[in-house]
């Protein structure tokens, strides 16, 4: 029996998710595991989030996702919508740190401002702005400290 | 080139890599990146190392997660569909029109099975009519032999009072 067109559609829609989950789902786990601080969870939204690409590529006129990056802001949008139990900025002391990252050796190795500015916004995607402000900092002096966390870890790299 | 270095150096491409650029600044580096090639290259490199970084962070899944997700799939692809039989136009179709032209908003109600299912008070109609059938049948029957019968009768007595008159 020959297949319907919208079956050759869903199917090559889910080739294309395995694709993607075969090159990004560790990382991705990693990322969102580094957002909720729990396992369970995290392999939770991990199922969520790319059952919800399933819907993104029906949606006709949004730009696909192939690359690590747009998955990760896609990751990021689905997990604003997701609850998070957000910890604060003061919890990023180097002890907790260790605790948290025992393996992290990038994240060992900033500073920590440096370290709190990297996972607020790759983790928890604040702002440049809002971080500034919280950090009672220029937005110039912010970019920097990212900049100069991005340049660490790539020498460590 | 001075002022591009400046830009390279300020950290908005780290900003804009992480997403936590405005909306101002993601303008301000789209026009420089067409105007120029390094911003391009900058940013390229900056996604592989971001994708580095996360590779260091990875955490490998569960065996049966992609399971998981694939059932997860099929269930928010039916959703939609059955939504659509009931009336809701899905916002995300990816159906194509059936063959026939036809719209499918209608549901296509000829079924592939040769029987049908009737109201139980047929069941006592039908029994009616087959007994009603039988009872006529019987009567027309026995009015047909006893017309036979008679009309044999009457032959029977002209033939009677002919041999009389002879």
Redesign the interface.
Known sequence: MLES??QV??DH??HS??YL?DRH???????I??VVKD?KL??DY???I???L??QH??QGEEGIH???QL??FA?TKLQQLPVEHRGMEAYDRSAMTVMHPS???LDRLTEMQRMVFCE??HH?????A?SIALNTTE?L??????EA?LI??SN? | MVKINEYLESGALESYVLGSASKAEIEELLSLKSKHPQVEEALAILEADLECIAEHMAITPPPNTWLKIEASMNELVERPRMEYLIGDEPVESSRPKSRSGKSEQFIEVEGESGHMRIHKIWRWIFAAVFVLGKIFLAFAIYYYLENKHTQEEIQQLKIELRSMRQ
């Open positions: 067109t919208s559609t869903i829609q889910t998710i395995h989950y789902a560790g990382k991705l786990l990693g990322f595991f580094e396992r995290a392999e991990l199922v969520k790319f059952s919800a399933s819907l029906n949606q690359t690590w990056c990760l802001k990021k992290n050796t990038y916004v790759y995607g604040k702002t440049i702005s971080l110039d912010t970019r920097k400290t990212l900049k991005f870890m790539r790299g």
